[in-house]
């Protein structure tokens, strides 16, 4: 069964930098397009980035030139480099496999000043 466990979220102000990380287990990794995705308060869950086993990227707009997909195939491990952050970035971000698997816990994420 795989398993996500995403990290790196925190607290920071508008204009800063996240980097989030995402172990994958329980499934062969370099056979599958890997994405992240983020959930606000009251709002549905929505596709942020995406990266296909062979390195191809796809980004939201809403985040495009600002955050950077990444995977590490030796390590099981895919990346979001997030960049000049805005309040409207504040979610919860998951990651997960394209098709979906169970989802994790997430990692928060919080721009405020």
């Known amino acids: 069964q795989v398993q996500f466990v995403e990290s790196g979220g925190g607290l920071v102000e508008p204009g800063g930098s996240l980097r989030l990380s995402c172990a994958v287990s329980?499934?062969?990794?370099?056979?599958?397009?890997m994405a992240w995705y983020r959930q606000a308060p009251g709002k549905v869950r929505d596709l942020v980035a995406f990266i296909s086993s062979s390195g191809n990227t796809n980004y939201a707009g809403s985040v495009k030139g600002r955050f950077t997909i990444s995977r590490d195939n030796a390590k099981n491990t895919v990346y979001l480099q997030m960049n000049s952050l805005k309040p409207e970035d504040t979610a919860v971000y998951y990651c997960n496999r394209i098709p979906l698997a169970s989802w994790g816990q997430g990692t928060q994420v919080t721009v405020s000043s």
């Open positions: 329980g499934s062969i990794f370099t056979m599958y397009t």
